[in-house]
């Protein structure tokens, strides 16, 4: 069983900086594919930032440029570091991982953008 913890959300003002952070149970060397994803009120559910294990990250083109997704290894955490923050990035955001066979949501740390 695998758990996937966020942490870092909360409210800032647009052009501001956040980093999101998201603790998993076991060694992430074990998962091929993590990532974030968000959702705004009324919206589906949308990929901002997954890197798989031999392969570039991917972003989506909403925040290329502004948000960097890094990990660590020795903590077992991969963190977005989100800046220029708009108020459109308002949203739930959502650490992701797929292990053999199924997806693992964490709970979600909301973030919030004033303008």
């Known amino acids: 069983q695998v758990q996937l913890v966020e942490s870092g959300g909360g409210l800032v003002q647009a052009g501001g900086s956040l980093r999101l952070s998201c603790a998993a149970s076991?060694?992430?060397?074990?998962?091929?594919?993590m990532g974030w994803y968000r959702q705004a009120p009324g919206k589906e559910r949308e990929l901002v930032a997954r890197?798989?294990?031999?392969?570039?990250?991917n972003y989506a083109d909403s925040v290329k440029g502004r948000f960097t997704l890094s990990s660590d290894t020795t903590k077992n955490t991969i963190d977005l570091q989100m800046s220029s923050l708009k108020p459109e990035d308002t949203a739930v955001y959502y650490c992701?991982?797929?292990?053999?066979?199924?997806?693992?949501w964490g709970q979600g740390t909301q973030v919030t953008v004033s303008s």
């Open positions: 076991g060694s992430i060397l074990m998962f091929n594919v």
């Open positions: 992701n991982t797929y292990y053999g066979p199924r997806d693992y």
């Open positions: 890197w798989s294990k031999g392969t570039a990250t």
